[in-house]
């Protein structure tokens, strides 16, 4: 019986696709097999995040529980990837001696090796570095599962947010070579993946080196819609301050690209903004928005939010909830501001008590609640481009699509030739988390 791996991920899109990739090193070095026990593991590895809470002390009682599956299984090798990794190193090894490798999100591809070193020797099994280019230099051939797959194109971050742990987990920005992007999506492609997310912390502000010219996230986007078998491209996360001309003006040119956009504005006040080294002001984010829109009117726009920043007063707040009704915003994330280690916002004073940081964050939330319950409700009697991602999970008779706007749609159909193709559905109900509706045409069956 081959090797078992359990691997359990926590927080972003990132750490999602690192998990992917490490087990398909791990697969391809040492053939090992993934298991969704826990219990008949032998190797267990946590890719960590520490974006906010209380990350490592959950970190620290998930791994008291693996230390007593170890006390059973003393052949069971345990390793804490992630940011979490990076943020405590050592005194992981140190609070819990059993932990056998200690990774971060840059060495993924070391953990093979990592796994070899026996810890009876005295050697540490660790390694936190940031060697981002060996890493991208370093990733196995890409494998789908399912027609929508993520695909990294820089790493790290050096805006350095003042409320941020990210700069410091996972190194400054690094974008991956362009050769290796376009490979990697026409190799996707050839396994029938018709969705293509750009992946990275920031990645409107990928710039690489090409033949003669520098590239641009914009021009990764159009350099892809002419793959083969690509017929709808996304990114994730993208800044406001590198929402260049060009990458406005590629909304004209590429039908491929959604009219979806998420924007973190984190706040609708200048002064919190100024505060957060966000490097832009409210009304450069509306602007960038009014732009877009004129090439794409129905754009939807998703966003996070931080409430309860060091110093937000009732004011800031207002400004955060009169921008969310002007925008309208759709499926957006907000949270309440957590203090992180080592960052610059972590000294601010903040006089404002759980209690009002609470309060703040249910009204936001009821209002973007609203806002993405009336963008559903109006798309009922429309119809919707929407992709086929496969059999729906309320009933055997239906397949489940996504809308540009990335809202589940379950139809009747049971052809499943139509997975991974683009139908237009006729939008007939809104539930809170899904709408329901019905095939158009067949188009995507061509
Ligand atoms: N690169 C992205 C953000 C990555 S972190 C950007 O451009 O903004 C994802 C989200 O977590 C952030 O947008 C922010 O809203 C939230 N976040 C980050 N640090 C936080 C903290 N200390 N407290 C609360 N929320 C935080
Ligand atoms: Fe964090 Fe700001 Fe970068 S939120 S990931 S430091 S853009």
């Not at 797959?149 to 971050?157: D, L």
């Not at 957590?338 to 609470?358: F, I, V, W």
Request: proline letters at 4%; aromatic letters at 8%; a neutral charge.
């Amino acid at each position: 019986m081959g090797t078992k791996l359990y691997i359990k991920t926590y927080g972003c899109q990132m750490n999602e696709y690192d998990s992917d990739k490490t087990v398909d090193i791990l697969k391809e070095k040492k053939g090992v097999e993934l298991t969704n026990d826990v219990n008949e593991a032998d190797i267990v590895l946590l890719n960590t995040c520490s974006i906010r809470d209380k990350a490592e002390a959950k970190v620290y009682s998930e791994l008291g529980r693996l230390n007593k599956l170890k006390k059973k299984n003393p052949n069971l090798k345990i390793g804490v990837g992630g940011c979490v990794a990076t943020q405590e190193g050592i005194n992981i090894q140190k609070r819990a001696p059993y932990v056998d490798l200690i990774y971060g999100p840059q060495t993924l591809h070391r953990v093979s090796d990592l796994l070899d070193i026996d810890k009876t020797k005295g050697i540490k099994a660790i390694d936190i570095t940031f060697p981002i280019e060996e890493k991208f230099d370093s990733l196995p051939e890409p494998t789908s599962s399912g027609p929508s797959s993520f695909v990294a194109i820089m790493e790290g971050c050096s805006k350095y947010c003042s409320f941020c742990v990210v700069p410091y987990t996972r190194g400054d920005e690094v974008s991956r070579k362009p050769d290796q992007i376009f490979d990697e999506v026409a190799r996707l492609a050839e396994q029938g993946v018709s969705e293509i997310t750009f992946i990275g912390q920031n990645v409107n502000s990928y710039k690489m080196p090409y033949k003669d010219r520098i590239l641009r996230l914009s021009d990764l986007i159009e350099i892809v819609s002419h793959i083969d078998g690509v017929e709808r491209i996304r990114y994730t996360t993208s800044h406001p301050l590198d929402m260049t001309d060009d990458l406005i003006e590629v909304y004209q040119f590429v039908p491929q690209l959604v009219s979806q956009l998420h924007l973190p504005v984190q706040s609708g006040s200048n002064r919190i903004l100024e505060k957060m080294k966000r490097n832009y002001t409210v009304d450069v984010f509306l602007d960038s928005v009014a732009r877009i829109k004129k090439y794409r009117p129905d754009l939807r726009v998703s966003s996070d939010f931080i409430v309860g920043f060091p110093g937000e007063t009732d004011k800031d707040f207002k400004d955060t909830m009169s921008l969310v009704d002007e925008i309208k915003f759709d499926s957006s994330f907000s949270f309440i501001y957590s203090k992180r280690p080592g960052t610059p916002a972590s000294k601010l004073e903040d006089n404002t008590t759980m209690a009002e940081k609470k309060e703040r964050l249910q009204l936001l939330q009821d209002e973007l609640n609203k806002h993405h319950r009336d963008h559903s409700n109006k798309m009922i009697g429309s119809i919707q481009r929407c992709l086929v991602t496969g059999l729906s999970k309320k009933s055997p008779n239906q397949l489940q699509a996504r809308t540009e706007c990335n809202r589940v749609v379950n139809f009747d159909f049971q052809n499943i030739g139509f997975i991974g193709k683009l139908v237009d559905i006729n939008i007939e109900e809104a539930l809170s988390f899904s709408l329901l509706g019905s095939l158009h045409n067949s188009r995507g069956q061509n």
